[in-house]
């Protein structure tokens, strides 16, 4: 080749070589002015971000100032108040409304100004400015009713400036699900393996139908019990509390592949620069499935869980005394805290019996030649008592006779002793036991003698009852005729009432209704009978003048107004001494009525309102009440909301949190000691007891035998709890030859099963190993009273020295 020709390619070659390194200069200025594009845009992104940190900042010394502004305020608006006679009603923000006129409040605001209003109405009752404090809290109801739905109902006691049922002070027992505990590790692999099909065969693509299997086999045997469509059961040896956390646990494998999957799974400055790379993120991302390694890792965390729970579980099962029962579970947190003998030593007897559920040992059965001591509660056979009532030694029922007749009902009014059984340190069988007023009879022989029973088609139906030791009497009213009759427990065969009490018609005329949802509420408040009918009125009548013209006439009552502006309707009666009594508020499903939720302390003699218990809310409940005298203390439950309010100040003391359902409701128990105790029951197989000098702390569950406590009440001289229940685990019966349970027909073999001695019923709240002893309370044949006797250092037939005689 020549020279010439060379140059000529060489020529070619460079001119290529230009061309190719003039693109990639043009591709080089392109990126540059890219870059500098994006540099520009960051800039202008860190520009916006740090005018944003300077504006949080103008706005965090605003806030400052502001809270310093409103501290000063508050500060010289105290001192005004605390140097000048000017009433704090009449500078009260909305003291200025007009009758009818709303409520201005800004967005957001209402519950601070809810609270506002409660808390000035508490100390308004503290002053002594009780008609002040009533206009305060008419204020507060008309802001609940606009805020109620935004409420807890734990709110309006834990704002308290200076309250101690404060969360942290709210000590609940967060108990193991024993449910979650296989009693076998062939059930546990079995679930495991189960779970694995399950997920094979796709169940985590359809929630529903793993919840639908989940009921079902929790309702097993139930027919078609939330089948929704699917028709698939879980075999016997798995355990669907653990199937669920294995689900759980897959859930949670699934949500951390999705995290590392965004934070790992694609390169972070690609997806700065190409926004095409964002669309195409989601396309390229693994979709997580469950491996060997997966599945190893679920099995170790299941049993790591269940580890946990046996450790647990058997802190909870351990007695705090070689004396306190095994039907209780009790809160590692609450107990064993007094354990030195200096603070052993200043703890009340019976208190200390409370508790640590101290109940006595007594006999289980027949058998001489093996006789069994437990401390289990006592059993008597009862009815369905909608009423229920408990005055020195006697015992007041009403109710239904039948308890599981579908077709038929039977009213009755009754009566028995509470049992003191005469020789309990000495019997060793049930069959030893003998009553205190009767030596010679057994001591099961103290049944409910009927001093009225109903007849079919009866126009009475008696639901609620007083028993009045003094007069020996029952008191039972009727709300479908408005009535209220008195009968003798002296002589239970007279055939008709000592004295017959009436309603006003307008009150008579709204019990009676069928829509109504009042009912008429009865106590007795020294020598005169008060009367709720579900109005802002009471109806009082006079013991001794009934009692005198008993001449089958109805006698009319003394009408008392509670409420003047029609804002208030009376609910629960409840007697506290001297002429006062409580009364409640009517209770609604759900806070449907818009009516005041205040508790009310009423004066009998004064016909007047002389106190307010501010801040109840919601389904609000009060119970017999035993401590107003020995520790000046009021037990009440509002919603899921146990409260002790002081008396003498008309605040709230303790809040107890117990369980978030509806019918909760509580008993304050005295004791010699500066503190009472408090059982909050209803809503549940079980109580729960709680030590107020933490204060409001659950220190034990306690269990019910698989019923559940519709009235409890507290008998000093025997140290007792008395407790009628009910039960969802019985047979009914219709008009087909066999019975259902649960909404469900029972076949016959099945009917005999649930009779055997040692049944746990399948729906039991409580697993057969919940607690320590596996005590099932059979109410086939009929409902139970339970009596649970607390040591107190003397006999359970002895009486206190004040009662003594001679």
């Given at each position: 080749?020549?020279?010439?020709?060379?140059?000529?390619?060489?020529?070619?070659?460079?001119?290529?070589?230009?061309?190719?390194?003039?693109?990639?200069?043009?591709?080089?200025?392109?990126?540059?002015?890219?870059?500098?594009?994006?540099?520009?845009?960051?800039?202008?992104?860190?520009?916006?971000?740090?005018?944003?940190?300077?504006?949080?900042?103008?706005?965090?010394?605003?806030?400052?100032?502001?809270?310093?502004?409103?501290?000063?305020?508050?500060?010289?608006?105290?001192?005004?108040?605390?140097?000048?006679?000017?009433?704090?009603?009449?500078?009260?923000?909305?003291?200025?409304?007009?009758?009818?006129?709303?409520?201005?409040?800004?967005?957001?605001?209402?519950?601070?100004?809810?609270?506002?209003?409660?808390?000035?109405?508490?100390?308004?009752?503290?002053?002594?400015?009780?008609?002040?404090?009533?206009?305060?809290?008419?204020?507060?109801?008309?802001?609940?009713?606009?805020?109620?739905?935004?409420?807890?109902?734990?709110?309006?006691?834990?704002?308290?400036?200076?309250?101690?049922?404060?969360?942290?002070?709210?000590?609940?027992?967060?108990?193991?699900?024993?449910?979650?505990?296989?009693?076998?590790?062939?059930?546990?692999?079995?679930?495991?393996?189960?779970?694995?099909?399950?997920?094979?065969?796709?169940?985590?693509?359809?929630?529903?139908?793993?919840?639908?299997?989940?009921?079902?086999?929790?309702?097993?045997?139930?027919?078609?019990?939330?089948?929704?469509?699917?028709?698939?059961?879980?075999?016997?040896?798995?355990?669907?509390?653990?199937?669920?956390?294995?689900?759980?646990?897959?859930?949670?494998?699934?949500?951390?592949?999705?995290?590392?999957?965004?934070?790992?799974?694609?390169?972070?400055?690609?997806?700065?620069?190409?926004?095409?790379?964002?669309?195409?993120?989601?396309?390229?991302?693994?979709?997580?499935?469950?491996?060997?390694?997966?599945?190893?890792?679920?099995?170790?965390?299941?049993?790591?869980?269940?580890?946990?729970?046996?450790?647990?579980?058997?802190?909870?099962?351990?007695?705090?005394?070689?004396?306190?029962?095994?039907?209780?579970?009790?809160?590692?947190?609450?107990?064993?805290?007094?354990?030195?003998?200096?603070?052993?030593?200043?703890?009340?007897?019976?208190?200390?019996?409370?508790?640590?559920?101290?109940?006595?040992?007594?006999?289980?059965?027949?058998?001489?030649?093996?006789?069994?001591?437990?401390?289990?509660?006592?059993?008597?056979?009862?009815?369905?008592?909608?009423?229920?009532?408990?005055?020195?030694?006697?015992?007041?029922?009403?109710?239904?006779?039948?308890?599981?007749?579908?077709?038929?009902?039977?009213?009755?009014?009754?009566?028995?002793?509470?049992?003191?059984?005469?020789?309990?340190?000495?019997?060793?069988?049930?069959?030893?036991?003998?009553?205190?007023?009767?030596?010679?009879?057994?001591?099961?022989?103290?049944?409910?003698?009927?001093?009225?029973?109903?007849?079919?088609?009866?126009?009475?139906?008696?639901?609620?009852?007083?028993?009045?030791?003094?007069?020996?009497?029952?008191?039972?009213?009727?709300?479908?005729?408005?009535?209220?009759?008195?009968?003798?427990?002296?002589?239970?065969?007279?055939?008709?009432?000592?004295?017959?009490?009436?309603?006003?018609?307008?009150?008579?005329?709204?019990?009676?209704?069928?829509?109504?949802?009042?009912?008429?509420?009865?106590?007795?408040?020294?020598?005169?009978?008060?009367?709720?009918?579900?109005?802002?009125?009471?109806?009082?009548?006079?013991?001794?003048?009934?009692?005198?013209?008993?001449?089958?006439?109805?006698?009319?009552?003394?009408?008392?107004l509670v409420d003047h502006n029609k804002n208030f309707q009376c609910g629960d009666l409840q007697y506290v001494g001297d002429s006062q009594l409580l009364v409640a508020p009517l209770r609604f499903d759900f806070d449907e009525s818009d009516?005041?939720?205040?508790?009310?302390?009423?004066?009998?003699?004064?016909?007047?309102?002389?106190?307010?218990?501010?801040?109840?809310?919601?389904?609000?409940?009060?119970?017999?009440?035993?401590?107003?005298?020995?520790?000046?203390?009021?037990?009440?439950?509002?919603?899921?909301?146990?409260?002790?309010?002081?008396?003498?100040?008309?605040?709230?003391?303790?809040?107890?949190?117990?369980?978030?359902?509806?019918g909760e409701q509580i008993l304050g128990v005295p004791s010699n000691s500066s503190t009472p105790v408090a059982f909050t029951y209803g809503s549940e197989e079980d109580m729960k007891c709680w030590d107020l000098r933490m204060p409001g702390?659950?220190?034990?569950?306690?269990?019910?035998?698989?019923?559940?406590?519709?009235?409890?009440?507290?008998?000093?001289?025997?140290?007792?709890?008395?407790?009628?229940?009910?039960?969802?685990?019985?047979?009914?019966?219709?008009?087909?030859?066999?019975?259902?349970?649960?909404?469900?027909?029972?076949?016959?073999?099945?009917?005999?099963?649930?009779?055997?001695?040692?049944?746990?019923?399948?729906?039991?709240?409580?697993?057969?190993?919940?607690?320590?002893?596996?005590?099932?309370?059979?109410?086939?044949?009929?409902?139970?009273?339970?009596?649970?006797?607390?040591?107190?250092?003397?006999?359970?037939?002895?009486?206190?020295?004040?009662?003594?005689?001679?």
């Amino acid at each position: 080749m020549s020279t010439s020709s060379a140059d000529y390619y060489k020529v070619l070659y460079l001119k290529e070589y230009q061309s190719n390194a003039n693109v990639h200069l043009d591709g080089a200025k392109q990126d540059l002015n890219n870059a500098e594009e994006d540099l520009a845009h960051i800039q202008a992104v860190q520009a916006r971000c740090q005018e944003r940190v300077n504006r949080c900042k103008n706005n965090a010394d605003t806030a400052c100032n502001l809270v310093d502004d409103a501290q000063s305020d508050l500060e010289e608006a105290e001192k005004k108040s605390s140097s000048c006679s000017e009433s704090k009603y009449d500078t009260h923000p909305f003291s200025g409304l007009k009758e009818g006129e709303k409520i201005p409040i800004a967005e957001g605001s209402g519950q601070m100004e809810y609270w506002t209003a409660i808390s000035n109405a508490r100390e308004l009752m503290a002053d002594g400015r009780l008609d002040e404090a009533i206009y305060a809290e008419k204020i507060a109801t008309d802001l609940y009713n606009m805020v109620k739905h935004e409420l807890s109902p734990e709110a309006q006691f834990i704002s308290l400036k200076e309250s101690i049922g404060t969360m942290q002070q709210i000590r609940t027992a967060g108990f193991v699900n024993t449910k979650a505990i296989p009693a076998r590790d062939e059930d546990l692999m079995a679930t495991l393996k189960h779970g694995r099909y399950l997920y094979d065969d796709g169940i985590s693509e359809d929630p529903q139908r793993l919840i639908d299997l989940l009921c079902r086999a929790i309702f097993e045997d139930s027919g078609n019990d939330g089948n929704n469509g699917h028709d698939e059961s879980l075999p016997e040896d798995v355990i669907p509390s653990i199937l669920s956390e294995v689900f759980e646990q897959i859930e949670l494998m699934e949500t951390c592949h999705i995290i590392m999957e965004e934070k790992f799974g694609n390169n972070e400055e690609d997806a700065m620069f190409d926004s095409d790379h964002e669309e195409d993120a989601s396309e390229q991302q693994i979709m997580f499935k469950m491996n060997d390694s997966c599945w190893e890792a679920v099995e170790k965390a299941i049993r790591s869980q269940i580890t946990l729970r046996k450790e647990a579980n058997a802190k909870e099962l351990q007695v705090p005394s070689d004396f306190s029962s095994k039907i209780a579970r009790y809160n590692p947190r609450a107990h064993f805290r007094f354990v030195s003998e200096k603070a052993n030593a200043s703890v009340n007897y019976q208190l200390d019996a409370m508790l640590n559920c101290k109940l006595r040992s007594r006999p289980t059965n027949y058998s001489k030649k093996n006789p069994v001591q437990d401390r289990i509660p006592f059993e008597f056979r009862t009815f369905d008592n909608s009423g229920f009532d408990v005055d020195g030694d006697l015992i007041a029922l009403c109710g239904d006779t039948f308890h599981n007749e579908l077709r038929e009902e039977e009213n009755f009014v009754g009566f028995q002793k509470v049992p003191y059984p005469d020789n309990l340190d000495s019997s060793n069988t049930l069959c030893e036991l003998r009553d205190t007023s009767n030596s010679n009879e057994p001591w099961d022989t103290n049944t409910v003698k009927k001093v009225y029973k109903g007849e079919k088609r009866k126009k009475e139906w008696f639901g609620n009852c007083i028993a009045d030791a003094e007069n020996n009497l029952v008191w039972a009213a009727d709300s479908r005729t408005g009535t209220v009759h008195a009968f003798s427990t002296e002589d239970s065969h007279s055939g008709g009432p000592s004295a017959k009490l009436s309603f006003p018609p307008l009150e008579a005329k709204l019990l009676g209704s069928v829509t109504s949802v009042c009912f008429a509420s009865i106590s007795k408040c020294g020598d005169t009978i008060i009367g709720g009918s579900g109005t802002g009125r009471l109806s009082a009548w006079n013991v001794n003048s009934a009692l005198e013209d008993n001449d089958d006439k109805a006698i009319e009552p003394r009408i008392m107004l509670v409420d003047h502006n029609k804002n208030f309707q009376c609910g629960d009666l409840q007697y506290v001494g001297d002429s006062q009594l409580l009364v409640a508020p009517l209770r609604f499903d759900f806070d449907e009525s818009d009516h005041s939720r205040t508790v009310r302390l009423y004066d009998v003699n004064a016909e007047a309102v002389v106190g307010l218990l501010c801040g109840t809310l919601g389904e609000v409940s009060i119970g017999k009440q035993y401590c107003v005298q020995s520790h000046n203390a009021i037990f009440a439950m509002s919603k899921s909301v146990g409260v002790v309010f002081d008396t003498r100040t008309y605040q709230p003391t303790v809040v107890l949190h117990a369980d978030k359902r509806r019918g909760e409701q509580i008993l304050g128990v005295p004791s010699n000691s500066s503190t009472p105790v408090a059982f909050t029951y209803g809503s549940e197989e079980d109580m729960k007891c709680w030590d107020l000098r933490m204060p409001g702390s659950h220190v034990y569950t306690m269990a019910t035998g698989n019923t559940i406590v519709q009235h409890l009440f507290w008998h000093e001289d025997t140290s007792s709890l008395l407790a009628s229940t009910r039960s969802s685990h019985v047979v009914s019966y219709g008009r087909c030859t066999s019975g259902y349970m649960y909404g469900n027909n029972v076949e016959s073999d099945k009917e005999d099963e649930i009779c055997q001695e040692g049944y746990w019923p399948r729906r039991a709240v409580h697993d057969r190993f919940y607690f320590g002893s596996q005590w099932h309370c059979d109410c086939q044949h009929s409902y139970a009273l339970l009596q649970y006797p607390f040591q107190n250092g003397r006999g359970m037939h002895e009486r206190p020295a004040r009662l003594k005689c001679g």
